[in-house]
């Protein structure tokens, strides 16, 4: 029996959960921030925090845990995902959420490592890129604007709470399906799939702010936008992870860490905006953020693959 797709369905189903944990806070932004008593852009703390403590702990967990059995290294990391989400949904205050936080992204960063390099070692290795920069300027464009999407849904859009979950329903699914065109790209044309993906999603930045007053509008560019995001992720990890040899987990980690990185400066960013100049100016950072990435791209010229 050939094991291969069951384990990777494992894997998938662990990557959900982690995914989960981390986004899962966005959707909740508003609930969050009226429990606290504060501003939507400083709840967007809960998501920097979380994306810092990913950057710092991945690549030396990852060389850490590198050295045990890597079904006793996903299993710990599971197991304090868990312990830091029961915190998350225990903590009275800002501090012990921010502290739980902290332990859910450092517990996300072992297992995201790990299970990237047991992928890869199951489907085996193909190219190697290090696209660093690109993957930490777009990914801080989309979080710039993407941690504040629920704020803009319902106070822009004026979305309901139950209208604005099946949106990010959709969203999921949509991502979803970016996730599978982009592994397909990133096996044909990589740094094409890349820039083009990334194009798309500054395009989608600067239509939200113009179409954030129409329900029917925003719809589609959310979707695609989420779509176009997912994609993007999976060819840049795909170009950092395929690596050959020893280092192939901290590699790993190392892309894991630039990602989160821009998450951390995305989402700090956005709220800072956010509170002085408004939506429409988070979403045109965000797509300035987005284009400085393609430019790298577009500077670093043509790599042979290995």
Do not use: K
């Amino acid at each position: 029996m050939n094991r291969v797709p069951v384990v990777l369905s494992v894997l998938a189903l662990g990557t959900l959960v982690l995914g989960t944990s981390e986004l899962g806070v966005v959707g909740l932004l508003p609930a969050i921030s009226g429990d606290l008593g504060l501003s939507p852009g400083a709840t967007g703390s809960l998501v920097t925090v979380y994306a810092v403590a990913v950057a710092l702990a991945g690549p030396p967990l990852a060389a850490v845990l590198g050295r045990l059995p890597r079904r006793t290294g996903l299993t710990a990391a599971l197991a304090a995902l868990a312990v830091g989400n029961a915190v998350t949904a225990a903590a009275p205050r800002l501090p012990e959420l921010l502290a739980a936080r902290a332990l859910t992204g450092a517990a996300a960063a072992a297992y995201a490592a790990i299970a990237v390099t047991t992928a890869v070692a199951l489907t085996g290795p193909a190219r190697y890129g290090l696209p660093f920069a690109v993957n930490a300027l777009v990914t801080a464009g989309h979080y710039t604007a993407f941690t504040y999407l629920v704020v803009s849904l319902t106070g822009r859009t004026g979305l309901s709470t139950a209208e604005v979950g099946a949106l990010l329903l959709c969203g999921g699914v949509a991502g979803t399906i970016g996730n599978a065109a982009g592994g397909v790209a990133a096996d044909r044309a990589p740094r094409r799939a890349l820039a083009a993906a990334a194009a798309i999603v500054a395009c989608c930045l600067c239509a939200v702010p113009a179409v954030s007053r129409v329900a029917v509008l925003t719809w589609p560019v959310v979707l695609v936008w989420a779509a176009a995001f997912a994609a993007f992720s999976t060819v840049a990890q795909s170009e950092v992870a395929v690596r050959a040899g020893e280092d192939g987990g901290v590699a790993a980690a190392s892309n894991i860490s630039v990602f989160n990185i821009g998450i951390a400066v995305g989402s700090a960013a956005g709220g800072l905006i956010l509170q002085r100049s408004g939506l429409a100016a988070v979403h045109l950072a965000a797509a300035g953020l987005v284009l400085a990435g393609l430019a790298v791209a577009r500077l670093a010229g043509p790599r042979r693959s290995r």
